[in-house]
T-cell receptor
Framework: LAKTTQPISMDSYEGQEVNITCSHN???????ITWYQQFPSQGPRFIIQ???TKVTNEVASLFIPADRKSSTLSLPRVSLSDTAVYYC???????????????FGSGTRLLVRP | DSGVTQTPKHLITATGQRVTLRCSPR?????VYWYQQSLDQGLQFLIQ???????AKGNILERFSAQQFPDLHSELNLSSLELGDSALYFC?????????????FGPGTRLLVL
C-alpha cells in the first residue's frame, strides 16, 4: 500500500474553505484515494473517494492531478462541527474476495475556530 | 449511523482476564475488519474476515483472536489482558464491489484494563 503524507494539523475559521493535501508518490495504477473523517471516540467515517481528476459530493470535493501523486480534500465553508481528524488513504482490492486493509497514518487534525 | 453495531460500548476489566467484543456488519456486507486505536499508536489494523474466513492479518497479538460466524457477525477475543490493551476497538464492514471498498466503521468498544 502506498505511503501517504499529510500535514499534522491545520487551523481554520468558520465559513472558510479548507484544503488538505496528501502526498502519495508511490501510488499504484489501480489504487484509489479515499478520505475518512474521525471525531473523538468515534469510528472513522467515509467522506469521499476518487481515482483521478475531480470528485464532488454533498460534503467535500477531491482534486487529483494527472500524475496522481497527490490529492487535495476541499471542505467548503467549514463549521465548528468539522473539527476532526482527516485521514488520506490509498489502496486497491486485487480480487473480489481479496484481503484489503486500510493503513491509517497520523491524519490531519483540523481545528475550526469561531 | 453506519449500520455497523458493536457491543458492548464500554468494558472495564482487570489484567489477566479475557473479554469478547462483538460486531454486526451492515446488512449484506461480507467483510469484517477489526482495528485498535490507542492514544499513542493511532488506528491499527488487526484482522479481516471475509464470509467466515480469515483474509488478512495485521498487528494482532497472539493473545487476541477473532472469528466470523455464518450469520456474518464477528467476535474479537482478547485474553490475558494487559494494561496496554486499553484502547478503543473498532469494527468495520465492507461489501464486494470488486474495487477499493469503502469501509463502514462501528461506534467502537472502549476497553479499560485495570
Amino acid at each position: 500500500l502506498a505511503k501517504t503524507t499529510q500535514p499534522i494539523s491545520m487551523d481554520s475559521y468558520e465559513g472558510q474553505e479548507v484544503n488538505i493535501t496528501c502526498s502519495h508518490n508511490n501510488i499504484a495504477t489501480n489504487d484509489y484515494i479515499t478520505w475518512y473523517q474521525q471525531f473523538p471516540s468515534q469510528g472513522p467515517r467515509f467522506i469521499i473517494q476518487g481515482y483521478k481528476t475531480k470528485v464532488t459530493n454533498e460534503v467535500a470535493s477531491l482534486f487529483i492531478p494527472a500524475d496522481r501523486k497527490s490529492s487535495t480534500l476541499s471542505l467548503p465553508r467549514v463549521s465548528l462541527s468539522d473539527t476532526a481528524v482527516y485521514y488520506c488513504l490509498v489502496g486497491a482490492q486485487v480480487r473480489m474476495d481479496s484481503s484489503y486493509k486500510l493503513i491509517f497514518g497520523s491524519g490531519t487534525r483540523l481545528l475550526v475556530r469561531p | 449511523d453506519s449500520g455497523v453495531t458493536q457491543t458492548p460500548k464500554h468494558l472495564i476489566t482487570a489484567t489477566g482476564q479475557r473479554v469478547t467484543l462483538r460486531c454486526s456488519p451492515r446488512s449484506g456486507d461480507l467483510s469484517v475488519y477489526w482495528y485498535q486505536q490507542s492514544l499513542d499508536q493511532g488506528l491499527q489494523f488487526l484482522i479481516q474476515y471475509y464470509n467466515g474466513e480469515e483474509r488478512a492479518k495485521g498487528n494482532i497479538l497472539e493473545r487476541f483472536s477473532a472469528q466470523q460466524f455464518p450469520d456474518l457477525h464477528s467476535e474479537l477475543n482478547l485474553s490475558s489482558l494487559e494494561l496496554g490493551d486499553s484502547a478503543l476497538y473498532f469494527c468495520a464492514s465492507s461489501g464486494t464491489s470488486g474495487r477499493q471498498e469503502t469501509q463502514y466503521f462501528g461506534p467502537g468498544t472502549r476497553l479499560l484494563v485495570l
